[in-house]
């Protein structure tokens, strides 16, 4: 995908609202947008920063020049994304936290790393079904073929804004930009202090917790155009109370690997039964394994993974297809049913956490000898982290460490002993048994 012939095709929508910035009250209309790009210099782009309009100009500059783009969680310190973005072989580092200017680093292991981004593109961090955190790399062909696929299923047109509250280093947060550049639709970036109540608004993206807050809170979410409700499972109950109050909800399952949605439902006007995801995107083809496994094939999918150990690996087999991790089937009507994880991620306000990420973690505090980090049912957001450990240690401190490495989302809420019933040295213990043991404390 040329970039400059992506970015030059966007002035046909003329006056259009580009971007609204609701806080300052800016507004990017696309026949100014070409302009409005900033020039960015480096091959690989990593980028630090909270969700604002800038950051995404910074971002959508990059890619017109033909580099790659990393956005890394503004929720890490500092110090970690700039950790990451050295083992990335980035160039530059554009950071910008509250209180300071922003600043565009240049950083020492510049082109250390990839050697496989031909194309520009985005490289995002995922925990991955399998457990093992990776990065991987999509073309920006694959973000746009997902676009596509989904105004096919969410109508979208100049006059529509949808609302980016998703971080930008999620495909979540990313694929809203892409979805309403090639609609001609406003990317809208909230008022903190009015998320929601504001009729340029029309389409909204939700994980369940976010969803059952708005309903608390009473906002009037059925005068919208859409609501779509993924990044984890989502109660029926939840979808029982937004449909009787009128919510324009659409169910979806996607990941990072794909570029954001997989499948999505059609307006849902009843609860269905079983819950499911819909149908398929026209770009990409959806199968279930014998083991039961979700298989997906399409222009959507990534072109590599980078491992841990700064190697680039194929993510799909010989035959093109990608292993989701995740196990399902399909409905007599061709919907897919999600019953859950192959692995052992835990997904916590639609946030997906790699348990033996933060078990590694904390073997390297000194006086933990063993650690086994499980999800505990949570009834606001679906699961939190709970860890045993054997060894001595003291949670705060413990906490403190971690809040160094990890994301807040991923530091567990509670530590408790090794359980005397299992041997520090079993070499795969029973997973289960830790899980009903955090059911029970």
């Known amino acids: 995908m040329n970039p400059d012939l ?3 095709e966007l002035a046909r929508f003329g006056n259009e609202p580009a971007f609204i910035d609701r806080a300052s009250g800016r507004i990017i209309r696309y026949s100014e947008l070409e302009q409005s790009l900033p020039v960015t210099p480096g091959r690989i782009v990593a980028t630090w920063a909270k969700t604002s309009l800038d950051h ?8 017109k020049q033909g580099a790659v783009v990393a956005p890394i969680s503004f929720r890490l310190p500092r110090e970690e994304a700039i950790r990451r973005a ?17 600043t565009l680093d240049k950083l020492p292991n510049a082109g250390g790393t990839p050697a496989l981004l031909d194309q520009p593109g ?3 961090h995922t925990s991955g079904s399998s457990g093992n955190a990776r990065i991987v790399y999509h073309d920006l062909a694959a973000h746009i073929a997902n676009a596509e696929g989904s105004v096919h299923r969410l109508p979208l047109q100049p006059g529509c804004g949808w609302l980016l509250q998703m971080p930008l280093n999620h495909v979540s947060g990313f694929s809203i930009a892409i979805r309403c550049l090639l609609s001609g639709a406003a ?32 906002v009037e979410l059925n005068r919208l155009r859409a609501v779509l409700v993924g990044g984890g499972p989502v109660p029926s109950i939840l979808v029982d109370r937004a449909i009787r109050a009128g919510v324009p909800l659409h169910l979806t399952y996607g990941m990072t690997e794909s570029a954001s949605q997989i499948c999505t439902t059609e307006l849902l006007l009843e609860t269905p039964s079983p819950l499911h995801a819909g149908q398929p995107l026209p770009v990409c083809k959806v199968r279930i394994s014998e083991a039961g496994e979700i298989q997906i094939h399409g222009p959507v999918l990534a072109k590599k ?11 799909v087999d010989a035959d093109g297809w990608f292993s989701t991790g995740d196990l399902g089937d399909f409905t007599d009507d061709g919907n897919l049913v999600i019953h859950g994880r192959c692995g ?4 916590s306000g639609g946030e997906n956490i790699c348990p033996e990420a933060i078990e590694s973690l904390l073997q390297e505090i000194p006086g933990v000898r063993r650690a086994v980090v499980v999800g505990k049912s949570h009834p606001e957001f679906g699961e939190r982290p709970m860890a045993f450990l054997a060894g001595d240690f003291e949670p705060s401190e413990i906490r403190q460490f971690l809040a160094r490495r990890l994301e807040r989302f991923a530091i567990p809420e509670e530590f408790h002993p090794w359980p005397s019933a299992v041997a520090e040295d079993v070499p795969k213990p029973d997973f289960s048994f830790f899980k009903r043991l955090a059911a029970g404390i």
């Open 86 to 102: 050295n083992n990335l072989g980035a160039d530059v580092l554009y950071s910008r936290s509250a209180g300071v200017p922003p």
């Open 122 to 124: 985005t490289l995002l």
């Open 6 to 8: 992506f970015f030059s």
């Open 305 to 315: 993974s980078l491992t841990p150990g700064g190697r680039w690996q194929d993510l």
């Open 344 to 347: 052992r991620l835990i997904i």
């Open 187 to 218: 990317v809208v970036f909230p008022d903190p202090k009015n998320m929601i109540d504001d009729e340029r608004v029309t389409h909204l993206s939700l994980v369940s917790t976010q969803l059952q807050r708005l309903l608390d809170s009473g």
């Open 56 to 63: 995404l100009l910074i971002l959508l500059g990059a890619l």
